[in-house]
């Protein structure tokens, strides 16, 4: 019973986040990382030109290259196979390339959750009570 609860709760659980809401988060988290909030900003594209004077900031350090990395990894970027310019750029270009490239990394992330999901589901149907009323698999 507590197996099936919680297959069904990952399969229709409105809390389990879709790629678009995310996609918001991430961005939303990025400008946490850098010390800014997205609410500060009248448009998400000048929160994302602020975004990218920040990082343009960064790249002028001697280590700029190991703060990025760890910047993309707290932000799982290096997850999805994703920059951080990739990130700022689909801030501040809506459409364009980048957002395209993160959206589609971000549905196979939601896509891995639902095929695990649809798997646990599946091998919940193999489990049956035997003759004395003890459940198993098989």
Do not use: C, H, W
């Amino acid at each position: 019973m507590q197996a099936q609860g919680r297959i069904t709760e990952a399969l229709f659980n409105p809390l389990v986040p879709d790629a678009t809401t995310m996609k918001i988060r991430l961005m939303e988290r990025l400008g946490e990382e850098l010390g800014i909030s997205m609410d500060d900003f009248d448009s998400r594209f000048a929160y994302g030109v602020a975004l990218k004077s920040i990082l343009e900031g960064i790249k002028r350090l001697s280590d700029s290259p190991a703060i990025i990395k760890e910047i993309e990894k707290n932000l799982g970027l290096d997850e999805l196979g994703i920059s951080l310019d990739t990130l700022i750029s689909a801030v501040t270009e809506p459409g364009g390339d980048d957002e395209q490239q993160l959206d589609a990394a971000l549905k196979d992330k939601v896509g891995e959750t639902d095929n695990e999901a649809k798997a646990a589901f599946e091998a919940l149907q193999k489990v049956k009570p035997d003759e004395n009323g003890l459940y198993s698999s098989g």
